[in-house]
């Protein structure tokens, strides 16, 4: 039995690092806890692995995927055992397991890259050398609101990063997936005649792994043969022709020929680094003030040209879709310039009910369908402004999203280069990796119940008991006053923390769940909230009560050092502005 091992850690993100043959196993908890200590559970290690032999290997993974049968998101962690049969076909391939491992290592070596993304250690340093300082939460919110559901809104005033880090973060994982992508195409060819024709087709499949927007181009068109006109359908066969000068490479074909002509052998194609098909994985769009309708996101049909006019936007939904494995962005910048529900109607409608979005009446125009569909690996990220430019949002749109609202920094610390340390509560790869546990994203409350109903918040409670009750008390405060909620925003909070939880290492009991259920407050029901005086003045009373630990009977604003006693201390913060603020100018908005 084999084992292949490697670190899951930033800096040898996708590498295997060691190889050796198991010598035996045993089970020892005494030993293990002496060698290793245990977890924060107190669990040891108690599963001891022996090699015969150890050796570096620095592999990628896609080598070891091919006969290994792993899937294409298949994150390295710990140890990885590599099965007799893929062993056997690694053999036959390459005569014995050490010139597989030889040849692997030559061709890692010329992909490593000539940038520094290496040495940052992860997305809240790769923000600090580019010179944007956020506190942990923030961070650790916008990440993981983005896994639970694609449309984040990030609020608060000119300057403050909202726009940067939704733009940093899509260029730090086009430079982490530029590191990793797959510099080369691994396929097989048949002898044939190739000595004499100089080259081979080869399978499709793996030229549009490589290459996924080259099959774009691949269709029906129009078509004029000697003046007639008629239909046609483009398809696109790659072909390989070896270097005519190379004798050697003919001489071998030739040898093969003569004694198996139907012989399959392996084909190899290095990429450049200059030819890497990453693509821009985002666009950044600035919404504008004449924005009526969803041509302005996904283009409409030039009837007079008979094209179809594309936009920013429906080139990433585009590309989102034809690479369905990566993450992509589509940042509306200044989102509320206009009004939201009228350009962004049909996107929003296609992200709830998976439906696709009609782009014209057409069979196929330029090669766009006459529809499409909003892929799970597409990120909407809007960004508001406040000034009396701009307008609200709806609950419609609200519902749909986390809000997660941006405070000025300090200038002096600014100034001095004095920043936040980043404390990570968790899992710092689960919560970069937005598109693991899509299926989260489509839980319904029976399957969020059985994930969640195990987890205790102290030896005799139960969260779920907990979340139910705290819940059910926001919902029916928030009732009184107009701004009631109903299962989509429930089953998102619920959703949430479960992300939450399982970032943080599945603790059970876990105590510090209400630092999550705090910003699910925050960012799923404050928004909602808006009016007079007259309307909601007795609303902040009753929601801050919910969020301290004590009782109150002063209004929000007139409490001092509430963070001490707050259980929600971000949200109780909040209402304490937002109370401030309706007292001085008898109106209020959770973004004004």
């Known amino acids: ?45 108690e599963l001891m692995f022996f090699f015969e032999k150890l050796f570096d290997i ?41 010139n597989f491992l030889e040849l692997k ?7 490593e890259g000539d940038d520094d993304i290496t040495e940052i250690k992860g997305f809240m340093n790769y923000l600090t050398k580019k010179g944007y300082f956020f506190n942990t939460d923030i961070v650790e919110n916008f990440l993981l609101s983005l896994k639970v559901k694609p449309f984040v809104i990030l609020t608060g005033n000119s300057g403050t990063g909202k726009t940067k880090i939704a733009q940093l973060f899509a260029q730090y994982l086009e430079q982490i997936n530029e590191k990793d992508i797959k510099r080369y195409i691994d396929s097989e060819v048949t002898v044939g005649k190739s000595a004499e024709s100089g080259g081979w087709a080869f399978k499709r499949d793996d030229f549009f792994e490589i290459f996924p927007q080259v099959k774009k181009y691949e ?39 003569q004694k198996e002509s139907t012989k399959r052998i392996p084909l190899k194609i290095e990429i450049p680094k200059s030819s890497s098909t990453i693509s821009k994985y985002y666009s950044l769009i600035p919404v504008g003030a004449n924005w009526t309708e969803n041509r302005h996101i996904v283009g409409f049909h030039n009837v007079i040209t008979n094209k179809y006019q594309k936009t920013a936007a429906l080139e990433v939904i585009i590309l989102a879709n034809e690479v369905s494995n ?64 701009t307008y609200m949002f709806s609950p419609k749109v609200l519902d749909r999203a986390n809000t997660i609202e941006f405070n000025t920094h300090p200038a002096k610390e600014y100034m001095s280069g004095e920043t936040s340390n980043w404390n990570p509560n968790g899992d710092i790869l689960y919560l970069e990796n937005i598109l693991s546990d899509l299926n989260v994203r489509n839980w319904d409350i029976n399957q969020l ?24 008390k926001f919902q ?17 909070v619920l959703r949430f923390m479960y992300v939450s939880w399982k970032y943080e290492n599945k603790k059970n009991p876990w105590n510090n769940w209400e630092r999550y259920f705090d910003s699910q407050i925050k960012q799923k029901m404050l928004p909602k909230i808006h009016g007079s005086q007259r309307s909601i003045g007795e609303l902040f009373k009753e929601m801050i009560n919910l969020c301290i630990n004590e009782k109150n009977e002063k209004e929000p604003r007139n ?19 937002m109370d401030k603020i309706l007292y001085e100018q008898r109106y209020v908005s959770f973004t004004r």
């Open 1 to 45: 039995m084999l084992l292949m091992c490697t670190f899951r850690s930033t800096d040898v993100r996708g590498v295997f690092i060691y190889a050796g043959k198991v010598l035996y196993k045993e089970r020892n908890n005494e030993l293990s806890r002496r060698i290793w200590g245990t977890t924060e559970q107190g669990n040891p290690w």
């Open 58 to 98: 620095n592999i990628q993974l896609d080598p070891i995927r091919k006969y290994s049968d792993y899937s294409k998101n298949w994150i390295l962690q710990g140890f990885t055992r590599l099965k007799e049969s893929a062993l056997q076909r690694i053999i036959e391939d390459y005569g014995n397991f050490e």
């Open 105 to 111: 290592k030559s061709i890692k070596s010329s992909f």
């Open 219 to 257: 269709g029906s068109f129009p078509i004029e043969v000697n003046n007639q006109k008629s239909k046609g359908r483009l398809v696109l066969t790659p072909r390989l022709f070896f270097d005519s000068k190379d004798t050697d490479i003919k001489n071998m074909l030739n040898s093969l020929a």
């Open 326 to 389: 990566q993450p992509h962005f589509l940042i509306l910048d200044e989102m509320n310039l206009s009004h939201v529900e009228r350009y962004f109607a049909d996107f929003l409608s296609a992200m709830e009910s998976n439906e696709k979005i009609p782009l014209h009446d057409c069979d196929e125009i330029d090669g766009i369908p006459n529809q499409i569909p909003i892929p799970q690996n597409l990120s909407v990220i809007g960004t508001v402004n406040v000034d009396e430019t």
């Open 449 to 472: 119940k059985n994930e969640l109903n195990t987890i205790k918040v102290s030896k005799n409670t139960l969260l779920w008991d907990v979340l139910s009750d705290e819940i059910n």
């Open 476 to 492: 029916e405060c928030l009732r009184k006053a107009g701004f009631d909620f109903g299962f989509r925003i429930v089953n998102e």
């Open 559 to 577: 409490i001092e050092n509430i963070i001490t006693i707050a259980k929600y201390k971000t949200s109780a913060l909040k209402i304490q502005e």
